[in-house]
């Protein structure tokens, strides 16, 4: 198996030791497989709900001949039995997806899962949506790919649910101590500034907004 993509890896790096791994909406299966291979977990389920890219991972799997290795169709987390599983990653969807798997399949809000989850777009709906139903995000990591960035979460469920400030809600935990971190913050301050700039052009109150954009600011200001 050749190496994973930086996004995958990033993934990668936050499973558990030892922890039996679901991956939901796998594609070829490149993680699960890189995860058996590199001894990080004995077991994996590779979990998509299109029979053409499960066919791909199902080859991939052949290939490299995995017998601690499934692969299931069914949508999000559906072909995962909870006593299976100890970590669940969901990559390469967006955040409203991915809180919608969450949300369809309440045997995750358990301490017990280590959730690693990757969005590709609305990361901000996703944080709003992990801190208002009782998840913990416990770190984040920003990764790069074709000239854009990302951010990687690790997630347990802790109950506590709360309303997320607006900058939590852009940043997370996001620390800008990588090259990647700061282009990721940066990228939040350019969506901020337009923002700002399109509601002053319209005559409108920009208090808020402006706050938004001072903190962005002083966040890579601590630098």
Not at 2 to 12: A, M
Not at 135 to 145: G, L, Q, R
Not at 171 to 197: C, F, H, M, N, W
Request: charged share 25%; proline share 5%.
């Amino acid at each position: 198996m050749k190496n994973l993509k930086n996004r995958l890896y990033t993934v990668s790096t936050l499973v558990p030791h030892g922890a039996r791994v679901a991956d939901i909406g796998t594609d070829h299966g490149h993680l699960p497989i890189y995860l058996i291979q590199q001894g990080i977990s004995p077991f994996c389920l590779a979990c998509d709900i299109k029979e053409k890219p499960l066919q791909s991972a199902r080859e991939n799997i052949r290939k490299v001949g995995l017998s601690n290795l499934e692969a299931r169709l069914g949508s999000g987390l559906a072909p995962v039995l909870p006593n299976e599983v100890d970590c669940i990653t969901v990559a390469g969807m967006g955040g409203e997806v991915i809180a919608s798997i969450l949300e369809d399949s309440p045997w995750v809000r358990n301490e017990r899962y280590t959730l690693i989850l990757q969005p590709m777009t609305s990361a901000d709906a996703l944080r709003r949506y992990l801190c208002e139903k009782g998840f913990s995000i416990k770190k984040e990591i920003a990764c790069e790919e074709n000239r854009k960035v990302y951010t990687v979460m690790l997630v347990r469920f802790s109950g506590e649910c709360f309303r997320p400030s607006e900058i939590f809600c852009r940043v997370g935990r996001l620390s800008p101590d990588t090259p990647a971190a700061v282009k990721y913050i940066e990228k939040q301050i350019r969506i901020a500034e337009e923002l700002t700039a399109d509601r002053r052009a319209a005559g409108l109150d920009t208090e808020g907004y402006d706050d938004i954009l001072a903190k962005l600011l002083e966040i890579l200001d601590k630098l």
